[in-house]
């Protein structure tokens, strides 16, 4: 199963099934996840950490599809 950046990183279904996209994105999800280490490192301004969050997330989600 492939990973699609824009897909919810968290779907939610009513009773019915139905699918509602809501939420973080699966990309805005792994960033912050990704962030959250990246802010340890005292050398970088704020544009930096924000760049290395999103190349790290793109890493991830190109990482997961090459798996399979």
Known sequence: ?????????FPIFDS????????LTKREHFAALALQGILSSPFLNPDEYAYLAIEAA??????????E
């Open 1 to 9: 199963m492939q990973t699609n950046k824009d897909d919810s990183a």
């Open 16 to 23: 019915s099934g139905e699918y509602y996209h809501g939420g």
């Open 58 to 67: 793109d890493a991830l989600i190109h990482g997961l599809n090459k798996t």
